[in-house]
């Protein structure tokens, strides 16, 4: 009785404890938020919660059947996954009046905005508003790195590998991509590669079968780059053969089969480890190891997944062993890009007399003492610009392809563009970076990749916190108070949408309660022809890697990070203003490979369509298609448009915003002038 009367009163203690810590929680997290002076959403569990972000998946559907609306009705929207990119991330702004808004729970604030200003100070303030790196700590899978880092150790990484993003590796990169475009293309002109289906109702060398491979060729594009970006390797696709040339070193990690003493080739281990790269993040490789294949197919993703990555480990321990030697045997790197050979030789090449002379050695501060990377660190800097360098530019060029076949219209424009730069007939082998990059950027081609980026980013947040005290920010005309600690989100997608900053091509009439009167929600990109916005005084968008130090009173304290020093758009398209186009993010934590990825892509487009088009894949056959009138014909390829719009706003944030759970839209590349769709 006795023991039943102290258990009793032990739970009574308790339950009486986190009453009053949540009512206290409720009441000073409200108190903090209201200071700043934004509008206040109040919800019981905070939307950022570890817990809730694992489980809301499965539970919110729950919530949601059992409670009435009328209890979550007013903030559901933001404990929703990916409410930042679909429907329309700026409808819940527009609903709360505001560009910005706090959330504020018993255990937690946030605060979310879609406002340039605001975002243009939150990402230049960088002592004020520091990268939230509580949300990076995960990627340290291999070592610290120039993402999950701050401070002066965050100096110290940013030195190191911003000394590899010049214009001259740019143009490396360039010649890279167009080879490795080409390798697509042939792969899915050649007989049973690339394409799942048939070949049916054409000739071979004129039309691919239908791609649903898509996403994957783009990605294995994207990591054959990074191959030759990361590491100086030249990848193959499955119908290429290994060059004569290749030096021997490197050839076990270009080979298409496993060298000796490991199960997966390099591209093989390296791919799966960033295809599988969340079961690696959340589940110890103990655990992994121990789970038998035989389980199942999840079990043999589990047991692939450390596989890889025990393989990838095991090249990279040879590469930077070999990379060491050949330092230290004063063998000279080969022409071209190669972030770890540069990682490597910044901590064992010693510096010249030269660098000496002009402080160009590696250094956390002003000060005399210097300091190099770790084996570790140099580990884990390679792989998050893998990471970094890979999803990000392979969907944007996967979204692009999609929209491009969705307006056969737009592809007429493109094509015009590349004829004049390059001539139908060129070979894109000696195409010339110097010459045609600024055409190609300031081209329908920059226009297009510039509208993919502003409607499907590859991040749809970034996060951001405020420093370990209350900070202010301007806010039209306003001072706001911004509690200490408190994660800030610039919601990219809205942002991006933002009509305040962003021209429409024309106003449309709203369909339903909730849709936008205009078209921003829409891919279009003459909008990038139409005549800049200027607002509150806001210059129009650069990189800003030098003005993040700017202190309250308005002294500059300029730093130079590295990396790419110019503007993120063509000086002759349309010039966002500042905090309204950060697809890189913006400010001296801005994307080092910016400009790599935009040479990337815009070479991409430039090879697939010199000499191609896409086209949507409809629900007919070939010979139905060649019987058809062109009114039938325009009939079922705006059903399969219809479709893959609904597709492509499916797409979930997985560390990248992509399609996810076997959705894809299904393509065919055929030759200019034999399109059976033209719009």
């Known amino acids: 009785m006795r023991l039943n009367l102290l258990v009793t009163t032990l739970l009574g203690l308790f339950l009486a404890w986190a009453i009053y810590k949540i009512y206290a929680g409720f009441k000073t997290n409200i108190a903090k938020a209201r200071k700043a002076g934004y509008p206040v959403l109040i919800t019981p569990i905070y939307p950022l919660s570890p817990l809730w972000l694992t489980t809301r998946h499965f539970l919110l559907p729950i919530l949601t059947r059992l409670l009435p609306s009328r209890l979550y009705a007013s903030y559901v929207f933001v404990m929703t996954p990916d409410w930042e990119y679909h429907p329309s991330p700026r409808s819940h702004f527009t609903r709360l009046g505001s560009d910005t808004f706090v959330v504020a729970s018993w255990n937690g604030l946030a605060c979310y905005t879609s406002d340039a200003a605001v975002i243009q100070q939150v990402m230049s303030r960088r002592e004020a508003f520091p990268k939230d790196t509580r949300q990076y700590g995960i990627l340290e899978i291999f070592g610290s790195n120039v993402v999950t880092t701050e401070g002066q150790v965050w100096r110290m990484h940013r030195k190191v590998t911003s000394a590899s993003f010049n214009e001259r590796n740019a143009g490396h990169t360039f010649r890279e991509a167009v080879r490795q475009t080409v390798g697509m293309v042939g792969g899915w002109f050649s007989s049973g590669s690339g394409s799942s289906g048939s070949q049916e109702g054409g000739d071979v060398d004129d039309m691919t079968g239908t791609i649903t491979t898509l996403e994957h060729d783009t990605m294995r594009w994207a990591l054959n780059i990074i191959g030759y970006v990361g590491f100086g390797l030249k990848l193959l696709w499955p119908h290429e053969s290994m060059p004569a040339d290749m030096d021997p070193k490197l050839a076990k990690y270009g080979s298409l089969q496993p060298p000796s003493g490991y199960s997966m080739t390099f591209a093989d281990s390296l791919a799966t480890v960033l295809e599988r790269i969340l079961i690696l993040l959340l589940i110890p490789s103990a655990v992994l190891k121990r789970i038998p294949s035989r389980w199942g197919s999840w079990a043999s993703k589990w ?86 360098g890979h999803e990000t530019t392979a969907n944007v060029i996967h979204f692009t392809i999609v929209e491009l076949a969705m307006h056969p219209e737009v592809q007429r424009r493109v094509q015009r563009d590349i004829d004049a730069i390059f001539g139908r007939d060129s070979d894109p082998e000696t195409w010339e970076y110097e010459k045609s990059i600024n055409a190609l950027l300031a081209s329908y081609i920059g226009a297009v990749i510039n509208e993919t980026l502003r409607l499907i980013p590859p991040v749809v947040v970034t996060p951001k916190r405020v420093a370990d005290t209350d900070q202010w920010i301007q806010d039209g005309g306003q001072r706001h108070q911004m509690p200490a600690m408190m994660p800030v989100m610039p919601v990219i997608s809205a942002v991006q949408r933002n009509g305040r900053y962003w021209p429409a091509l024309h106003d449309k009439t709203p369909t339903k309660q909730g849709d936008a009167a205009d078209d921003l929600d829409e891919w279009h990109p003459d909008r990038w022809y139409l005549p800049s916005i200027m607002s509150q005084g806001q210059s129009s968008t650069d990189n800003g890697d030098n003005d993040d130090e700017k202190e309250e009173g308005g002294k500059q304290r300029e730093e130079n990070y590295g990396g790419y020093q110019g503007l993120d758009t063509s000086p002759t398209l349309f010039r966002p203003v500042r905090g309204s186009f950060i697809p890189f993010s913006d400010g001296a934590r801005s994307c080092l490979g910016r400009r790599i990825a935009m040479v990337e892509m815009v070479a991409a487009v430039a090879v697939l369509f010199q000499k191609y088009s896409v086209e949507l894949a409809v629900d007919a056959s070939d010979e139905e298609v060649q019987r058809m009138v062109a009114e039938q014909r325009r009939h079922v390829y705006a059903k399969a448009q219809e479709k893959a719009k609904e597709t492509v706003q499916q797409a979930q944030s997985v560390l990248t915003l992509k399609l996810t759970m076997g959705r894809h839209v299904p393509v065919r590349f055929v030759r200019r002038g034999k399109e059976r769709f033209v719009g």
């Open 303 to 388: 047991h692939e997944a450390w596989e890889a990555k025990v393989n990838y480990t095991k090249y990279m321990n040879a590469f930077l062993a070999e990379k060491v030697q050949d330092i230290r045997a004063g063998v000279q790197e080969r022409e071209g890009m190669n972030i770890m050979g540069q990682l490597v030789r910044s901590k064992y090449d010693p510096p010249s007399s030269e660098e000496k002379k002009d402080g160009a050695t590696t250094t956390t501060t002003t000060t005399t003492t210097t300091k190099k990377l770790e084996d570790s660190e140099i580990m884990g800097n390679a792989f998050i610009m893998t990471l970094a």
